[in-house]
């Protein structure tokens, strides 16, 4: 535990320097000046998206624990899901790494098994990676049409072409989920399966690939057989990418008046979602922020340097305000929540 406390304090003190190291090259007042102009209702415009966001994945997860029979309160849900995104901001990836502490807070809390709890949990996930696909591809299109001779011309054209072969990757990567549920595969079951073969931690993999597979075997089965439960569930993720989609197009236009349009949206859509993927440091400090700028130099999008760093520090006061809320909840749940 003490040894994981430490690599948390030295990747927020490794966060906090390269944060500080982008400040200085902004400019500490250009962008103090950039904060005080955007004003309160872009501010609290990020929040209100970001909490539209725990919202409806909460009740994504409501909606998949019907057909189980699972009674859990909306305000327990949104608590787990609160508590997992603070896990997934702190973690190397926005999408992955709080889905084991959501699931052992709702268990704690209402005594259902874990493995059911992780089958809907899994099945959201996959869900949530079909809808983002779908808006991945609208983004793509608009970014690729309205940049077009920016992306398509020397010396950006391995750009251009990475975004459209990272868009084929998750069409091609969505077709092959879609398959496996329908067909009732069991994918990451074999995976950990392989894993086994290496013979490293054999137990751990061996008690890993049999709760995988029941997780699987109930995410295949509501997926089949409760389409009334899957499609608003998709449908909810799907709002999700939208709620994220506005959150420039809504601080912009409410903190400077700044109109962005399809292909701009687009552009910055993808870019942060691409990096946040990898985002190596809590909030993608240092990997989100340099993209960010080389993408509004390389499209000469009319937002400055200090504009979009008060974006990204807007941002991340909500990221921390959500790490607060979590930790805040995880402690209330008590020690027990992370034995077992």
């Known amino acids: 535990m003490i040894k994981h406390l430490w690599r948390l304090v030295i990747m927020v003190v490794v966060s906090l320097a390269l944060l500080a190291g982008i400040l200085w090259w902004v400019g500490f007042d250009a962008t103090l000046e950039a904060i005080g102009q955007v004003g309160l209702p872009a501010f609290a415009a990020l929040g209100g998206l970001m909490a539209a966001v725990l919202v409806l994945q909460a009740a994504a997860w409501g909606v998949l624990n019907h057909p189980i029979a699972h009674c859990v309160n909306f305000r327990t849900l949104l608590a787990a899901v609160t508590v997992g995104h603070a896990g997934n901001i702190l973690t190397p990836s926005t999408y992955l790494g709080g889905e084991p502490i959501k699931i052992m807070y709702v268990g704690r809390k209402t005594q259902l098994p874990y493995r059911q709890l992780a089958g809907t949990v899994l099945l959201g996930k996959y869900l949530e990676a079909l809808s983002f696909v779908v808006f991945l591809g609208v983004a793509t299109v608009a970014a690729t049409v309205g940049f077009r001779e920016v992306l398509f011309s020397a010396p950006n054209i391995p750009l251009g072409v990475g975004i459209l072969v990272v868009a084929a990757a998750a069409l ?169």
């Not at 389409?227 to 903190?255: C, D, E, N, Q």
């Not at 870019?271 to 990898?278: E, F, G, N, R």
């Not at 999008?301 to 941002?315: D, E, F, G, K, V």
Request: charged share 10%.
């Open 172 to 340: 091609v990567f969505s077709v092959i989920l879609w398959v496996s549920l329908a067909n009732r595969w069991t994918p990451l079951t074999r995976l950990v399966g392989l894993l086994v073969f290496t013979r490293l931690f054999p137990r751990l993999l061996i008690r890993l690939r049999k709760r995988a597979l029941d997780a699987e075997k109930q995410a295949s089965r509501v997926f089949c057989e409760e389409g009334y439960a899957v499609i608003p569930a998709l449908l909810l993720y799907l709002a999700t990418h939208v709620a994220m989609f506005a959150k420039p197009l809504a601080f912009f236009y409410l903190g400077w008046q700044i109109q962005l349009g399809w292909a701009e949206l687009g552009l910055i859509f993808l870019t942060s979602q691409v990096l946040l993927a990898v985002q190596l440091t809590p909030s993608g400090v240092g990997t989100l922020d340099g993209g960010m700028f080389a993408m509004l130099a390389l499209a000469a999008i009319a937002i400055t340097a200090p504009q979009c760093a008060a974006y990204l520090l807007c941002i991340r006061f909500w990221d921390l305000a959500v790490v607060a809320t979590g930790a805040s909840l995880a402690a209330r749940a008590g020690a027990g929540l992370f034995r077992g």
